[in-house]
């Protein structure tokens, strides 16, 4: 009996450090936000939010489009034309 002992100890010590890598994967995976502290790379389209008038608030760094213009937050609640656009 003593075996069958030890070996359900090492199932639950592997089955709490597998619960504990899920949780390393996982999180941060399914907020609002997330923080990338590296570059990042898109492969494909990136949708900017379209807007039909400029929010009154924002945050700085924040992207948006507004009536064909691209827009930055630039400092807070301050949004500033992306460039030249015509």
Known sequence: MEP???SQTQINILKQELEALSSEVYANNFVGSQDF???SRFNTRLKVPHYDTTPSTCEVGEIIEVGGELQICSSANTWTVV???S
């Open 4 to 6: 069958k002992s030890d």
């Open 37 to 39: 502290n590296k570059y």
């Open 83 to 85: 460039g030249t656009q």
